[in-house]
């Protein structure tokens, strides 16, 4: 019988790891703004250009970093494989992308 580390990963680690790389990303952009005092926006804001205070962003980051850590922890075991790292980290940098773009959309000025 194989050992729990040669068994192929199950199809929901991939989300698992996807997702992992996206809470991650999100942690950071509410985590800096509420420490630095400013508001921004979070999904109990209504969405821009209502936007939350510092410490509901602190604890939005928080909690997404939290959900992060774990669903890491939930596929670190296959981790060593390139394939399920690369879609942690791809999936990371997207969601970064993305968060760029639409947070750019929202400073620009009106046209």
Request: charged fraction near 5%; charge should be positive; glycine fraction near 10%.
């Amino acid at each position: 019988m194989p050992s729990e580390q040669t068994k192929p990963m199950p199809w929901w680690g991939w989300v698992t790891a996807a997702f992992a790389g996206a809470f991650l990303v999100n942690s950071v952009p509410h985590t800096v703004m509420g420490l630095t005092g400013q508001q921004f926006p979070t999904p109990f804001s209504g969405g821009p250009p209502n936007l939350s205070p510092a410490v509901v962003n602190v604890l939005w980051g928080l909690f997404n970093l939290a959900v992060g850590i774990w669903l890491y922890r939930l596929t670190a075991k296959w981790m060593e494989n390139r394939a399920v790292f690369a879609v942690f980290i791809l999936a990371g940098v997207g969601f970064a992308v993305m968060l760029a773009y639409a947070f750019s959309s929202m400073s620009a000025p009106a046209a």
